[in-house]
């Protein structure tokens, strides 16, 4: 055990896991710091839960190991069962007591003479106080998930473990929960990792994002970083809008259809221009024309057509009303360039290579 | 905060590993009688009855199987239309009076035919009170097919009912729509959608005809279950006694699997009905006609039932005949009916769990034992045993740990469905929950698994209850001597004419009865 791990909430190193020949984790390797809300994201099927499931106990990796608070609880010949490895776990169907009340749910994890304190005291960190006597079928879906989070919390464990705790909320209530759980775990100055699907619940609440794709993490680092600077393509695209050129760079710069920008690459690599940072001007004499319009209420999305059939899509204000067939000249605030061919994902908490360049070019004049 | 200690090796046995050795104890009794039965059929056993014999059995007692089954569906259907897809008043109550007659034993039944009719019979006195002769003593197949009958039709009636109530108007629309006369509709859309309610029925009301003793063999019908007792009472050979069990056993598997094979293949699926399905207007006519259906069906079945027995008792009570109440065989029936429900809600848990939390290949193993002795005829199953604690293990033979034995591998569905229903209902998670907060496995079992379960152990530990109190075949053949139950005498007593006996003791069957009954049914309406 090496000693600068002792200090982590929790690290886990190279856990391999298959279920009947799939493989559902392939290397996955994780760190958590003192305090951080980790989201660990990724599509359905990529092994989120199966991880979160072998960090709680639930389930034995086939090799790997697994450290929470400096102790190894998954090693070679190692197993802490999970009742003894303080993890607080909340699960995506809340998984409360049905025949206890709140205040006995809240309690089921403590010991002592100081429970009852305890217990009002995270049920008022959580905003249900008064609700103690009630029965889990009592209460609304959110006050559920309180009451989940409440119990996770009460014995004070070592680290939250959360399994798409928003996923039975609908989408307004989902908004509203998720920030107030973010400032209750802050309050309660716990680490927390949280597997997600979601992608704008985890760039709206996380301190770290671990994106994950086929049994492994493949990039780590803060929100805006990793959505700035994304280390593959999959990662990119996962994140949010993005499309994608084929382009030549030579002698310092790279020449697309939308403009030339610096770099210090050469030969063939792969643009990225993300929705949001293409402008688009209504332009009588333009060269290029609105193809598609889809109107969201706060902005719009429009496809534009650039000479030689291509395609980008701006995010813009949705004023002036563009409709298809509409000539407009666009600029580009910023690219992201990756290697071409890709190489195979990157180590963890790499920085990727790519650097967004500010420019502004105008079609035509 | 403490600090994890890491345990040096993983566990030698995990806890699911534990609860499959406990179920696979639990289970293993269960292979005696099975594995006897399969021994009776291509062992020498089964070549001990004549051929003849045989097929005359076969014959009869697929007739009587069919006859009932035919008989039963249709008035069951009949009643369960005029209930819940007509505008007849007074639906709730008919159902109601319509399933009472399901506590009946059959044996009760046969006292009722029986003490109804002949010289004394209360339906006699009527009859000659009126001016008219006396009824004489039905027996042989149309005695049988009658009762049997009468007690089968609330099988159906309660398979069916659900079954109607959900029909999806939309499919009978789209059907008209498509332009289907109502003929085509009802054969093309509404039957195959009752099918299977119809056919669960009719498969209850089937394997319930085909392992009857107490009505065959009080009314005098030769079926394989009266010939199995006849030649176990009459003989020191087992063995053509043994065959015939075999036999009967194979008859029964045949009719399950013949049941499974047919099964329709399409799924109906369609969205849950928002509106009910249309009813049927009925004209005053009508109504009377289905008051007049109905109302018969109640008389016969529960009205006359009730009656004969009650006469029978003020009788016994006027003539000084009830000197000798049954009080002990009540303690008897009461006593061994606990033990068997407390001894079932003990041993299912562990067959729950492993069916439920912790499924492996072996689950369907399990699940397929457990059944498939529930499937097989009761003095089949007793017969076995006799052979086996003869045979193999001699102290038990005739034991009370025999019989509560016994009945609880018989009956372990009936407590085995409610309580994987109860598990089934929480999320395993919430287990995981209460390992994660701290709690080993067996105290997660006790304070969160346990609790769970208990409305379907409760439930189906009544249902067990209910179940071991009318048993009479099995407890004829296996209960320790001069183990008298509220059932033996019924049976006896009646036998030998003494329907006064008789009568008290199935009144009183009925009346204990009442109570588990009233918790199964409180734990299906809640649900």
Known sequence: ???????????????????????????????????????????????????????????????????????????????????????????????????????????????????????????????????????????????????????????????????????????????????????????????????????????????????????????????????????????????????????????????????????????RVKVMVRPESVTVFPHAQANAVVVYREFFGHDQLLSVKLPGDIILRARCWPQPALAPGDPVAISVDGIHIFDEPQKPPPPPDSSPSGIPIPQRVVIPP | MGVARPVPQPRALPPNTWWWILAGAVMLPAAAPLGVLAYGLVGGAFGAVPISRLLQLAVRTGALAVAVTCSAVLIGAGAAWLVSRTDLPGATVATTLITIPLAVPSFVGALTLLGATGADGVLSTISIWLGGGTIRYPSGFWAAWLVLTLISVPLVHLAVTPAMRSLNPILEEAARGLGASRVKVFRTVTLPQLRPALTAGGLLVGLYTLSDFGAVSLLRYDTFTRAIYLEYAGRVDRRPALGLAAALAAAAVLVVWLERSTRARGVWFTARPR?????????????????????????????????????????????????????????????????????????????????????????????????????????????????????????????????????????????????????????????????????????????????????????????????????????????????????????????????????????????????????????????
């Open chain 2, 275 to 527: 509106r009910t399905a249309r009813v049927v207007r009925l004209s005053p006519v009508g109504k009377a006609m289905g008051w007049g259906f109905l109302g018969s069906l109640i008389t016969l079945s529960l009205l006359i039932p009730v009656t004969v027995l009650t006469a029978w008792m003020l009788r016994g009570l006027i003539s000084g005949a009830l000197a000798d109440p049954p009080w002990a065989e009540m303690g008897r029936s009461i006593w061994v009916s606990l033990l068997t429900a407390l001894a079932a809600a003990v041993v299912v848990a562990p067959v729950a769990m492993v069916t439920t939390r912790f499924r492996n290949r072996w689950a369907g193993l399990v699940e397929g034992g457990a059944w498939a002795l529930y499937g097989v005829p009761h003095i089949a199953v007793g017969m076995a045993m006799i052979v086996f604690t003869l045979g193999m293990a001699r102290p038990l033979y005739q034991t009370l740990t025999l019989l509560v034995g016994v009945y609880v591998i018989m009956f372990l569905p009936q407590i085995l469905g409610p309580s994987r229903d109860s598990l089934a209902k929480v999320s395993p998670s919430v287990e995981e929950a209460a390992a994660s907060l701290g709690r080993s496995p067996i105290r997660t079992f006790w304070e969160v698994t346990l609790p769970l379960m208990r409305p379907g152990l409760l439930s189906g530990a009544a249902l067990v209850f209910l179940t071991t109190l009318r048993e009479l075949p099995a407890t004829l053949l296996l209960r320790p001597a001069g183990f008298e139950t509220l059932a033996v005498r019924v049976w006896s007593a009646t036998g030998e004419g003494f329907y006064t006996q008789g009568a008290l003791a199935g009144l009183l069957l009925l009346l204990i009865a009442a109570f588990p009954l009233a918790i199964v049914t409180r734990h299906e309406l809640i649900r």
């Open chain 1, 1 to 267: 055990m090496n000693s600068s791990a002792s200090h982590r909430p929790l690290s886990a190193h190279a856990l391999y896991k298959s279920f009947a020949g799939t493989v559902a984790l392939d290397g996955f390797t994780l760190k958590v710091g003192i305090g951080t809300l980790l989201t660990v994201l990724g599509p359905s099927g990529v092994g989120k839960t199966t991880a979160l499931r072998i960090l709680a106990g639930f389930e034995r990796p086939d090799s790997g190991t697994v450290q929470i608070g400096g102790q190894t609880v998954n090693g070679p010949g190692i197993f802490v069962p999970p009742e003894r490895r303080q993890v607080g776990m909340v699960f995506q169907d809340y998984a409360l007591f049905p025949h206890f009340d709140v205040a006995r749910n809240v309690a089921f994890g403590l010991r002592g003479s100081r429970r009852r304190r305890r217990v009002a005291e995270v049920l008022e960190m959580v905003g249900l106080a008064g609700l103690e006597e009630r029965m889990p079928h009592e209460l609304s879906a959110g006050q559920q998930q309180r009451v989940a989070l409440a119990r996770a919390l009460a014995p004070r464990p070592q680290i939250i473990l959360a399994d798409e705790p928003f996923s039975n909320l609908d989408a307004a209530r989902r908004k509203r929960l998720r920030a107030e759980v973010r400032s209750i775990l802050r309050e309660a100055e716990t680490t927390a990792i949280m597997v997600t699907h979601d992608q704008e619940e985890a760039l709206a609440i996380s301190d770290r994002l671990a994106l994950m794709d086929q049994g492994r993490v493949v990039q780590t680092g803060p929100p805006d970083h990793v959505y700035r600077n994304p280390a593959t393509s999959w990662v990119a695209e996962f994140l949010g809008d993005a499309d994608f050129f084929d382009a030549e760079a030579r002698g310092g710069r790279i020449t697309t259809p939308f403009g030339t920008f610096p770099t210090t690459r050469t030969g």
